[in-house]
């Protein structure tokens, strides 16, 4: 069982440089989100998708892209990488949204930028 | 918008005792769901407990509990038995049914042996 799959696990950018944090699951999950995690922080909610071709803002959008084509698939994409987007990334995914079911979290994905 | 606050940043609890840790809460919502994760050094993020604000009855879950006091808007999470693999960081958690969901700054548990 795959569960929550996010890759890469580690990344270093420079300024201004674009990349795509991918997320997967096989769950067959219709929510999915993207936190950030930042130290003395807790995670705080980047996008999330209900389902498929839908997508909606959480408390820090700013700076990010999401799109959701498949239900699997949930990429975040950084268009211009800044020093204040280094962070720890984290996707789950749950049957529904709504806290009604459990989310399951990907492994993080830690993400440096010079 | 809602906000999370745990007001104990470190606590540390002697194997086989109970420790509690605090949440409180700010929503000026009448339902949503509340949650503890516990966040080992692995980084992986695994729900300890949850509860619905529509239940008035504490959850439990082995040897978790919570003390869920909707009016006050407090969340508390008692572990007891402390046992050395609960040493972790501890973030409560609140969602909205508009999917809106918001973490506390967490508690780094540790229990001594």
């Known amino acids: 069982n795959a569960g929550v799959t996010q890759t890469p696990k580690f990344q270093v950018l420079k300024t201004g440089q674009s990349m795509t944090l991918q997320c997967a699951q096989d769950?067959?999950?219709?929510?999915m989100s993207w936190y950030r995690q930042d130290p003395g922080m807790g995670l705080r909610l980047i996008h999330y998708?209900?389902?498929?071709?839908?997508?909606d803002q959480g408390e820090v959008p700013n700076g990010y892209n999401v799109s959701r084509s498949t239900t699997e698939d949930f990429p975040l994409r950084l268009l211009s990488a800044a020093p204040s987007q280094t962070s720890v990334y984290f996707c789950?995914?749950?049957?529904?949204?709504?806290?009604?079911?459990?989310?399951?979290f990907g492994a993080g994905s830690r993400l440096t930028v010079l | 918008a809602q906000t999370v606050t745990q007001s104990q940043p470190e606590m540390s609890v002697q194997e086989a005792e109970t420790v509690t840790l605090s949440c409180t809460y700010d929503?000026?919502?009448?339902?949503?769901?509340l949650f503890w994760y516990k966040q080992p050094p692995s980084r992986q993020m695994i729900l300890v407990i949850r509860?619905?604000?529509?239940?008035?009855q504490n959850a439990t879950e082995n040897r978790f509990s919570v003390n869920f006091q909707k009016a006050a808007k407090s969340f508390s999470l008692k572990i007891s038995d402390s046992q050395l693999g609960d040493t972790a960081m501890y973030f409560c958690?609140?969602?909205?049914?508009?999917?809106?969901?918001?973490f506390g700054a967490g508690t780094r548990l540790t229990v001594k042996p």
């Open positions: 789950a995914s749950s049957y529904g949204g709504r806290g009604a079911n459990v989310l399951t």
């Open positions: 769950m067959n999950h219709e929510y």
């Open positions: 998708s209900v389902g498929a071709g839908i997508t």
């Open positions: 929503t000026s919502e009448n339902n949503y769901y």
């Open positions: 509860q619905e604000a529509y239940k008035q």
């Open positions: 958690a609140f969602m909205n049914l508009n999917n809106d969901m918001r």
